[in-house]
């Protein structure tokens, strides 16, 4: 389970925070890197990798 003390409320949820930025996300725009959150720019620039789940990320919904 993610640190409740990294969490932050974002479009009205709980979501986490982007470790690289501090951007405000909801679970299903979070990107996990390791242990960290990470926003879609920040995990494009950390790991090349586009996430294939862009464009269909359902809020609420814990991502693998
Ligand atoms: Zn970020």
């Given at each position: 389970m993610p640190d409740i003390s990294r969490l932050g409320i974002h479009?009205?949820?709980?979501g986490p925070i982007c470790d690289f930025c501090g951007a405000r996300l909801t679970f299903g725009q979070s990107l996990p890197i390791d242990d960290?959150?990470?926003?879609?720019d920040c995990y494009k620039s950390k790991t090349g990798i586009t996430p294939s789940s862009d464009g269909k990320a359902v809020p609420g919904l814990p991502m693998e």
């Open positions: 479009q009205g949820e709980i960290k959150f990470s926003c879609f």
